[in-house]
């Protein structure tokens, strides 16, 4: 069949892949090229040439000449030397129509001009952008808003509203709260929406919730403060599959919430504090839920977390959550890593028993773990034991090591033993612990079945006796094991005996398994040899 004989659709798939093969500069122009060829061309590939634009240029540049310039200040900024005719917005409309996806970025205040801006909301038509499907709003200058309130359609299907394209949070003004009002009016079908509104405060959360509760489409939420009607909207609705959100804080924090019955595939709640999260986490149950990420905002001045609320936050996740929870991730911002206070760092205090761990082993079906910034030193290498197996399926495991602590671990390499016996299926391992020799002739080591998935582990602040050793049983047990990732010394600590020279000793790990992993690659090639051609030996 002749390539013009094709169907439409036929041709939308070959016109696509030309213009995500290829970077943008050769596949603009190949595919105008394509729709000034033929007429059969013409129609598909002027559709992916414009299915989307980056700001309004392209558009703007539509207009016959002597209808746009650029400014005569030499800021070379787009500009109208006078309003367009109907007949000039009709060539706009021609290609218009066809845009279904816009990204409007920061820098379009250094491209187009108050007049472009004027122009533009003051079309004939009632819609710029009658097809839009995607909008990503990368811009916070009020001077635009009404440009994006022209733009909020019927058609709208995912909307990201934000400050810049590397910030988060879309800062709020009167007049960007009057718009999210009419929102759920405005664009009925929104399935992804994305905006976190900056402040916490009660009246910005009801303008957000209220634009949420507009919404019965949802598949992707992504956004701040909601109060509980919201949340209550957002449990109803069938369709929502991922949702972010950040909780009050403690004083206006409401006493009661909704359960959220639908599977849902993502949880993501960020917290002014640990407290706050415990708080909510009484109040609001997720019965369905695949994976939870938990962020808890750090407190630069302070103790990273209260011991004494830990266990009330353990015990109000684990009863609110899903036993079929696959991921469990809980993490501070900024990470602890960077804490050097030795006060702190040495503290005992913050170390947490096994019993605090206990109620998150009835997550029986856990892939990941990540508690790295736990304490974990009170841990000892029969609690790791019922934890690894309370959670056989676990692939990833990241416990303790997410900060330099220097209270000295209760868990052995016997520990570590344990979580490559009942974790087969492990790829990650981050965990501190005692690295020292065992007896290999008995169990469990010698009832471990090697683990081939890892190639790298993290060992974080762990002591290490005899190097040597320790090198070869990990190489024993994690035969594809390359090397070993840890802490740096600490600057300005001073750190007891267990803790001292734990980077040279860990540096002779790499290097035994190095030399071990080229002794194995020799013996694996010999072997391959003796099999191929076993006369030849």
Known sequence: MHVCLLPAEILLDIFAIIHEDYNSVISHATLAALARTCRTFKEPALDTLWKHIDGFEPLILCFPEGVHDRDVL?????????????REW??????????????????????IDDRIVQ???SAPSLTLLPNLCRLHWFNDQECFIPLLRCLLVPTIRSLELRSSTSGIFWVPSFAKSALLTSLGARCPSIREFKCVYQSDSEDNSDIISDAVCGSREL?????????TQALYHLASLPSLKSLYFRTYNIDSTQTDGPEFISQINLVHIAAPSLFALAHCLRNIRFLCCRSVALDIDLNPWGAPYDPLVVPEFIISFSKHFSPALEHLSVRFEPPLFSLEDEDILADSHFALAFDVIAP??????LTKVDLDWICASAIDD??????????PLLQEFYFGSGCRWLVPPSLTFIGFIYLIQHCPALRTID????????????EPFTKTIPNENITNIFVGMSPIVDPVAVACQLHTLVPNLSGVDRFGPLLDVDPTSQFQNIDEGWAKVDEFLMVLNTAAKMRKSVDQATHECPDAF
């Open 90 to 111: 009709s060539i706009f409309s021609q290609y218009a129509h066809r845009i279904r996806s816009l990204t409007f970025e920061p820098s379009e205040s250094d491209v």
């Open 360 to 365: 998150l082993l009835s997550l029986s079906r």
């Open 382 to 391: 029969a609690s790791l034991k019922r934890m690894a197996q309370s959670w």
């Open 119 to 121: 122009a533009l909301i």
């Open 74 to 86: 030499g800021l070379g900024k787009l500009t109208f030397i006078r309003p367009p005719l109907a």
């Open 219 to 227: 598949f992707h939420l992504e956004t701040g403060v909601l109060n």
């Open 431 to 442: 965990m501190t612990f005692c690295a020292c020799s065992v007896d290999t002739d008995s």
